[in-house]
């Protein structure tokens, strides 16, 4: 069995030295090969190969699948990124902001197209990777568009919320475990077991990131904290906030949701307190990691080849609050 | 066999009542609706539905693969009217023109994964319907990226030109017709013959297009003609004509092309024809379009067999200068 740190090690060598584009057209190639060796966690293809290591050494047909999935991720990326006007991605420019529009979409496009060429090596169940694989990126569009739509809407309520992440990031995560095991011959059970492990950490890892956005330490994160607060973002933490409040917290919530003070970050962390939203996302945080843990124990294999998978959770759900 | 009129109808019955979206996020899902069923001249699919009548009758797979090959083109259009800031589709307004640039990129998105969703429910040779597919879309997007370059390029031959408009426009009425082959079991040799003749035809298509801006009659077109001038859009008409001119042309044609003014289409037209630019391309089109047909000939099925092929191609190059 490999650990967490050699599968990214390996990925990272492999990936990168076998990037699928061919030199020409430049303008289209080089922001994909761009964005692609600025690195990024892969998380993604790691959850496939080890998933598929649960069940063989590691195929061709896995690492096929683990580049097709990372593939389909930075597509998502690229067009997020001009969705939501973000000038960076991995601490430097996004493509759409150091080369335009026109080239944030087409290398988002042509990268999509590059994953289904990955997943088309695939020998062994094509027909099964493929059908999941296509469930899985329209459940990620349909979750960008839900939380577009979110940033317009005044109605969302915690499980719209948790419906949305589900879509956005759970799934995808789900997704690489359950190709893995595909691609290893793994059970029809195992590998739904695999897929329910993945969506709830999937779900675990989003809401602490929402609570650490309000609450985290600066230093540890590198970043100051608030940034929803002050993007007026719809998280776990402000829709349940809104939730518990009473008339007069309600009030001083949507009044804090109008202002762009000094005093707007503090003021709604207080708010999060006091209506024990900050107490409820721990909680969630909890159940949600409890019941990913509980689906990978039931996975039927000898609990000692689960040892890098049972790594990876705890690296990325057990971070210091 | 079926002719042109008929298949275009069952395409069009079929598709627009089985199209794969649910109902909900609507916001994701009535814009890619609208767009598919404002029509369309349903070309591609019927090309794929056509080659796999050569060969069986049309077949599921056929089907599938013509509903995919429609999905593909329409998400090409989505994506390409946000890059070419066009306001209209069909005589109607585009997506992001009407929902905007977030629907734009994510429905084009969703219909692009819809299509492999599609393609996905083949059952015979779905690896090799698969790779074609994936090699086309990956040539649509780099013709996509070489028309935007050439915007801001003045070295454009007419060799760049014609590869330029081989990727955008041929590939996908070449690769309709070869996956319906592969879907029918059409003979290597057979399959590749229809290609290239998909590929030269959408090559005549193309340039006739070109002529047809500039010196098409204004009744029959439906549309004033001098819409690629009046853009300084690089057609085979201006590159050929900077390509013939002599010093004094060639400062006229650049004089021009500075110009917004009442006379730069006539202007312009003089001038194709003082280089014989218009003459050189009516050549390309009859040249393209004898391959075409020549191709289409060596395709070792009765002949008789080829006649909805013929009406088709007929259709489409015959059109009246």
Excluded at 48 to 57: H, K
Excluded at 151 to 159: A, L, Q, T
Excluded at 184 to 209: C, E, I, R
Aim: with cysteine; proline share 3%.
């Amino acid at each position: 069995m490999h650990s967490f740190t050699d599968l990214v090690a390996s990925f990272e060598s492999r990936f990168t030295a076998s990037l699928p584009f061919p030199q020409t057209p430049e303008t289209i190639y080089d922001p994909c090969r761009y964005l692609l060796q600025l690195g990024g966690k892969r998380i993604r293809p790691v959850l496939c190969l080890m998933a598929n290591e649960l069940f063989e050494d590691i195929s061709e047909d896995a690492w096929s699948a683990a580049f097709g999935i990372e593939l389909l991720h930075n597509f998502t990326l690229i067009h997020d990124d001009i969705m939501d006007k973000a000038p960076l991605r991995r601490g430097k420019p996004t493509i759409h902001h150091k080369y335009g529009l026109t080239a944030g979409i087409l290398c988002g496009d042509v990268m999509c197209i590059y994953a289904y060429e990955e997943l088309a090596k695939i020998k062994k169940s094509l027909p099964q990777v493929l059908q999941l694989f296509n469930r899985t990126a329209i459940e990620i569009c349909e979750g960008q568009q839900l939380d577009m739509d979110f940033e317009h809407r005044n109605d969302v309520s915690i499980g719209d919320y948790i419906h949305m992440i589900t879509l956005k990031t759970s799934v995808l995560l789900a997704c690489s475990l359950k190709m893995g095991a595909i691609a290893g011959g793994g059970l029809g059970d195992s590998a739904n077991k695999l897929y329910a492990f993945g969506k709830n950490m999937g779900l675990a890892f989003q809401l602490q990131d929402d609570y650490l956005d309000a609450f985290g330490d600066t230093v540890k994160l590198g970043k100051q904290n608030g940034g929803d607060i002050k993007a007026n973002k719809k998280t776990y933490l402000l829709i349940k906030a809104l939730e518990n409040a009473d008339v007069t917290q309600k009030k001083e919530i949507e009044k804090l949701l109008k202002e762009d003070t000094e005093s707007k970050v503090p003021g709604m962390l207080e708010l999060y307190s006091k209506t024990k939203a900050d107490i409820q996302c721990r909680e969630a945080v909890a159940q949600y990691s409890k019941m990913a843990f509980d689906c990978l124990e039931d996975v039927a294999i000898p609990a000692k080849r689960k040892h890098p998978l049972l790594e990876l959770a705890n690296y990325l759900l057990m971070r210091e609050f």
